[in-house]
């Protein structure tokens, strides 16, 4: 098994969320898979990932939410969240207030339609 | 639980119609294929299934109910079927343990099925809806699922999804673009299609045999349909030729591609068929169901299908 921190990764779209994850594993990261925002908070608390690719518009609890929730609990808020999001245009800093007045701290956000090259530029970039 | 298959997920649709066009290898004037008729009313298909392969050619769609008007029923020579659902299954990996121990379960438990459609993420179920609680109640119990999985079955009226849909087009998948966009096209080379077709009672020895092969060969896709006199007619892609189960083998390439968008598709299989044809490349099977669109190709003709398809999709 592979030493490398291990990733979670959350997407309403499962074909996205195997795209991401088929490239972490071929670059020996560990990978655990979310479908929703709840499915994911389950799995932070319960797995513990180094770092989090979360999807912004999900059902049942959005991005925005699972990444306040990591953030403002002490336990969970060194883990580092990766925000995709289809409407990176609004988004001006890492710690951004959202036009409709939702405001995250992820550490960063790649916009959609992804680079899967980039986003893993920007995973070894914190996890090396 | 039958043995320690793990799947990621289960996802549960309901209020759909399957439509289904016959004999599309036929040339009749002034004919319109299902998939360009749907196109042109911008009707959604989150299932499809196109097999020009053997006795029965055909192309079936799943539309969900309220858009499919009566203007629709009556536009083309296809037959529909109410009152469907799909199930699809997220395994976690492609393996052949995988699909041997899901055919299984069905023949077992007696699970008739329309078609079954895999991507790269999932294998799904176009199925009755009157069996569907029964149905992901045997995926639940059969397969090592993640305590923290998602519901089978979303709600529709997610106040906050509707607030983001309507705020933002671009989460939207009402495709303008000239190049509609992908995150790129992978072509596989190399691969057999195995073709079978046998009676439903044999799906249960048909998967303990495929479990008893090496249980970490993956396939690149599998699709399947059977007929109202219970006969199965099953097409899977594999690396090695499965010859001791195989009753057809046939040399194939498989070109697979996927968007940020391709989840509302009206359009995109259009297009990609009509880009074929007008290429003239044949088709042997195209499916797709979430988010992906599998192509199948005779040995040698991949090269030039991706070339084509890069004219009408945007290939980073």
């Known amino acids: 098994m592979s030493n490398k921190q291990l990733i979670l990764v959350v997407d309403d779209d499962p074909d996205l969320v195997e795209a991401v994850s088929m490239k972490l594993e071929a670059l020996e990261y560990r990978v655990s898979r979310a479908y929703d925002g709840e499915e994911a908070m389950e799995k932070i608390k319960e797995e513990k990932p180094f770092l989090v690719i979360l999807d912004v518009m999900m059902p049942r609890k959005n991005g925005w939410e699972v990444c306040d929730e990591i953030k403002k609990a002490d336990h969970l808020k060194d883990i580092i969240v990766v925000l995709l999001t289809a409407v990176a245009d609004s988004v001006r800093t890492t710690s951004y207030t959202h036009h409709d007045g939702k405001t995250t701290l992820a550490d960063d956000y790649v916009p959609k339609p992804i680079d899967l090259d980039k986003l893993m530029e920007i995973i070894d970039s914190y996890c090396n | ?316």
């Open chain 2, 1 to 316: 639980m039958t043995d320690s298959v793990k799947i990621n997920g289960i996802r549960l649709n309901k209020k759909f119609i399957q439509v289904t066009q016959d004999d599309i290898l036929l040339k009749m004037p002034d004919r319109a294929f299902l998939y360009e008729a749907l196109e042109s009313r911008k009707i959604n298909m989150v299932c499809m299934i196109l097999n020009t392969m053997g006795n029965r050619t055909f192309v079936s769609g799943t539309i969900a109910s309220k858009n499919f008007g009566q203007n629709v029923h009556t536009a083309g020579d296809w037959q529909c079927n109410p009152d469907i659902c799909t199930v699809s299954v997220y395994p976690h990996h492609h393996r052949l343990e995988f699909l041997g121990l899901m055919l299984q379960l069905l023949g077992e438990q007696k699970h008739f099925f329309h078609y079954m459609v895999s991507s790269n993420s999932m294998l799904t179920f176009v199925q009755d809806e009157d069996h569907s609680l029964r149905f992901t109640k045997m995926l639940s119990d059969g397969f090592d699922l993640p305590r923290s999985h998602a519901p089978f079955e979303q709600e529709e009226n997610d106040e906050q999804a509707l607030f983001v849909k309507k705020r933002y087009p671009e989460t939207r998948a009402t495709y303008v673009e000239e190049k509609i966009k992908t995150y790129g096209m992978v072509l596989t080379t190399g691969l057999n299609l195995n073709v079978y077709e046998f009676s439903f009672d044999h799906l249960s020895g048909f998967g303990q045999r495929l479990r008893s092969l090496n249980t970490h060969d993956c396939f690149s896709n599998v699709s399947a349909y059977m007929t109202p006199d219970q006969q199965i007619h099953l097409f899977l892609l594999t690396g090695k030729p499965q010859i001791d189960l195989g009753q057809k083998v046939y040399p194939a390439e498989l070109l697979s591609f996927h968007g940020p968008h391709f989840g509302d598709r009206h359009g995109i299989m259009s297009r990609t068929l009509q880009c074929l044809q007008n290429h003239e490349i044949p088709v042997l099977q195209a499916c797709c169901t979430g988010a992906s669109i599998h192509i199948l190709l005779q040995k040698g003709r991949g090269t030039k299908a991706k070339q084509a398809l890069t004219t009408v999709f945007e290939n980073p």
